[in-house]
């Protein structure tokens, strides 16, 4: 997804989760299957969730100016929520709480 596009979803999607990764992150394809399950619970039914390798997405990772990854950012209404790179499960799920507020 180029960054063009993620703004217009940002912009269209009432709740909205991002998670920022790549095919070489380690941490990224662990968290992934957590990150799935959380597409399917109930409690986040009414976010919208996207996914974006940001190796395919350079000008995504500059604008959010990504170094570490996973990243994960969250919006509401078009404004950001939180954003920010963690390995823990609690902290995605935690932000996932926010959003569904």
């Known amino acids: 997804m180029q960054l063009e ?13 991002i998670r920022f990764h790549a095919g070489w992150c380690g941490v990224c ?7 799935e399950r959380y597409k ?3 409690r986040f039914e009414a976010i919208t969730f996207i996914d974006i390798d940001v190796e395919e997405s350079m000008d995504v990772k500059k604008a959010f100016k990504i170094n570490d990854l996973p990243y994960f950012a969250g919006f509401q209404n ?24």
Not at 6 to 17: H, S, V
Request: aromatic share 4%.
């Open 5 to 17: 596009q993620l703004i217009l979803e940002i912009k269209a999607q009432p709740k909205l989760f």
């Open 29 to 35: 394809k662990l968290l992934a299957p957590t990150i």
């Open 40 to 42: 399917e619970d109930e």
């Open 78 to 101: 078009g404004g950001l929520v939180r954003e920010f790179a963690t390995s823990k499960k609690s902290d995605v799920e935690g932000l996932l709480v926010d959003i569904a507020q």
